[in-house]
C-alpha cells in the first residue's frame, strides 16, 4: 500500500533512479519525520513489544532536560529531541493576554532553545546544541510546550524547527549549518504552537497560520533561503503539511479552518481547495491510494474523504469528496492509515473508529478504550497492531482489522503527549520527563 503513494518521506534528491530508489526504502526503516516514514502514523516494517511496564521490555530510559513534545525523529544510530530549558530569574507575568484566552501558562523565565541527539543503543546523549535563546513572546496551553514542533530529518542534517523562535539546520555532529527567523506567530487563545516542517526532496514546507496573515512557505533546505511563499486566508492551525505525489506532481496538503488546500510544491499555486472543516484545525491529513483524509471538531464535527484524481480548483460539493463523517471526529491527535483502515479518536478522548478508508463504511466503533483518557499523541501502528498512548501513561494496544480487539494494556509513570516512533522492534515513547525505547528485553 504504501509504495503506491509517495508521502512525504522521499528525502534526498538524487537524479539516479537506482540511488533514490535505495534512499526511499531506507527512509520506509526510519522514523525521520512527525508522522513516520508514510506520513500516515504506519511503520511498514515495524515490530515493537506488545506488553512493556516499569520492569518489563524498557531497553533504557533516559531523562530529557526541559519540556517539550516534539515527537522522536529516528535515523540509523540517531535519535533526535527538541526541548525548551529555562533559565535565569523568575520574570513578571506578562499582561497582553490573547483574547479567550484560558488554561495558559506564560513564560515567566527566559529558555535555550535546545536540539539533542541521543544513541539509539543506550540512549546516551550524545550532544546537546542551543540553537537559540530568549523569553517567548507568548503564552502556551498549560498542557504545551515551547518545544511542541517536531524535527525532520534526511538522513543527513537535522532540521529543528521551534516556530516563532527559528529554524535550524544541523549536521548530525550537532554543528549549526544555518538559521531562519520566520518572525512571530501570534496563535488563537494563546494556545500555543505546534505546526511541524514537512521535508520533500530538497523542500521543507512550513505552515504558518495564525492571528495575523498566515502564509505557507517553502525553503530550501541546503541554504535556508526561500524558493516561494503564499499567502493564505487562515486564522490559526496547527495541521502539519502533507505533500503527497499523484501522476508525477507533488502536492502539498494543508488542512484549516477555511479551506483544505493542495499547492504545487514546485511554485506554490493552489490546485485544488476545499471548504468544509470548522475552526482550530489541529488534525494533519493523512493520504494513501489516491486518497486524502482530512477532519477536526471543534466547533463541528466533520471528516472529509477527498480523491485526487481530477481534483482541481474548488472541489467543494463536488464527487471529488467521496464520503464525509460528522460524529465522533478527531480534534488534536491525528487519525492512523492503516492497511486500508482508517482509524481516529472523538476529540482527543479514549473514543476510537475505525473506517474502511476507500468507502467511509464503519468497521466499528464508536468504542470506549479501557484504560485510555485524554489522547494528545497521534495514532501509530506497526505489524497488526495499533498503538493509542494516553496522557495518563498508559498506552492501549488493539489487534488491526475490521473488528475492536484488546491486546494489552501498558502502564508507566509518566504522562504522555507527544506523538510516539516506531523504528524496527522498537516503539519511543516521549514522557514529560524521560524517553523511553520500549523493546524486547530477555529474562535472566
Known amino acids: 500500500m504504501y509504495s503506491a503513494m509517495i508521502i512525504a518521506a522521499a528525502f534526498a534528491t ?5 540511488t533514490m530508489r535505495e534512499s526511499k526504502l531506507e527512509a520506509a526503516h526510519q522514523w525521520a519525520q512527525w508522522r513516520g516514514p508514510l506520513g500516515t502514523g504506519a511503520s511498514p516494517h515495524g515490530n515493537p513489544p506488545v506488553t512493556w511496564g516499569v520492569d518489563k521490555n524498557i531497553r533504557w530510559k533516559t531523562a530529557i532536560p526541559g519540556r517539550g513534545q516534539s515527537t522522536p525523529i529516528v535515523w540509523g544510530d540517531r535519535i533526535f529531541l527538541t526541548t525548551a530549558i529555562p533559565y535565569g530569574e523568575t520574570l513578571p507575568s506578562p499582561h497582553d493576554h490573547a483574547p479567550g484566552a484560558h488554561n495558559n501558562v506564560s513564560a515567566r523565565r527566559k529558555q535555550n532553545f535546545v536540539v539533542l541527539a541521543l544513541r539509539r543503543s543506550d540512549g546516551t546523549i550524545l550532544w546537546q546544541q542551543t540553537v537559540g535563546y530568549g523569553r517567548p513572546h507568548d503564552s502556551t496551553h498549560e498542557t504545551g510546550t515551547w518545544a511542541s514542533n517536531s524535527a525532520v530529518t534526511d538522513g543527513e542534517h537535522v ?11 544541523l549536521d548530525f555532529d550537532g554543528d549549526l549549518l544555518w538559521e531562519q527567523d520566520l518572525g512571530d506567530m501570534h496563535i488563537k487563545h494563546g494556545h500555543g504552537e505546534g505546526s511541524s516542517p514537512a521535508l520533500y526532496g530538497d523542500t521543507l514546507i512550513i505552515n504558518w497560520d495564525h492571528r495575523d496573515q498566515s502564509f505557507v512557505i517553502a525553503i530550501d533546505k541546503r541554504t535556508g533561503k ?17 505533500v503527497v505525489e499523484h501522476n508525477g506532481r507533488q502536492q502539498v496538503i494543508i488542512s484549516a479552518t477555511n479551506r483544505v488546500r493542495a499547492y504545487d510544491l514546485s511554485d506554490g499555486h493552489v490546485i485544488w481547495e476545499c471548504a468544509g472543516l470548522s475552526g482550530n484545525v489541529v488534525a494533519s491529513p493523512v493520504a494513501a491510494d489516491g486518497m486524502v483524509y482530512v477532519a477536526n471538531s471543534y466547533e463541528t464535527q466533520v471528516m472529509l474523504a477527498i480523491r485526487l484524481e481530477g481534483a482541481k480548483g474548488d472541489i467543494t460539493g463536488t464527487n471529488a469528496v467521496v464520503w464525509t463523517r460528522d460524529r465522533h471526529t478527531p480534534y488534536v491527535p491525528s487519525p492512523l492509515l492503516f492497511d486500508g483502515h482508517l482509524y481516529y479518536l472523538k476529540h ?39 498503538y493509542i498512548v494516553s496522557l495518563n501513561g498508559t498506552t492501549a494496544v488493539l489487534r ?6 484488546l491486546v494489552a494494556q501498558n502502564t508507566l509513570n509518566d504522562t504522555f503527549a507527544a506523538s510516539p516512533a516506531i523504528v524496527g522492534n522498537e516503539l519511543y515513547l516521549r514522557g514529560a520527563r524521560h524517553l523511553y525505547c520500549i523493546a524486547s528485553v530477555p529474562h535472566d
Open 400 to 405: 488491526r482489522g475490521d473488528t475492536f480487539e
Open 348 to 386: 482527543y478522548q479514549g473514543v476510537l473508529t475505525c473506517v474502511d478508508a476507500k468507502t467511509g463504511k464503519t468497521l466499528y466503533g464508536p468504542q470506549r478504550v479501557p484504560g485510555i483518557g485524554n489522547v494528545y499523541a497521534s495514532l501509530v501502528g506497526a505489524a497488526d497492531r495499533v
Open 159 to 169: 532540521y529543528a524547527y521551534f516556530g516563532s523562535n527559528g529554524l535550524y539546520a
Open 14 to 18: 538524487l537524479p539516479p533512479a537506482s
Open 226 to 242: 526561500q524558493r516561494w511563499k503564499m499567502q493564505r486566508d487562515e486564522g490559526t492551525s496547527w495541521s502539519t503539511p502533507l
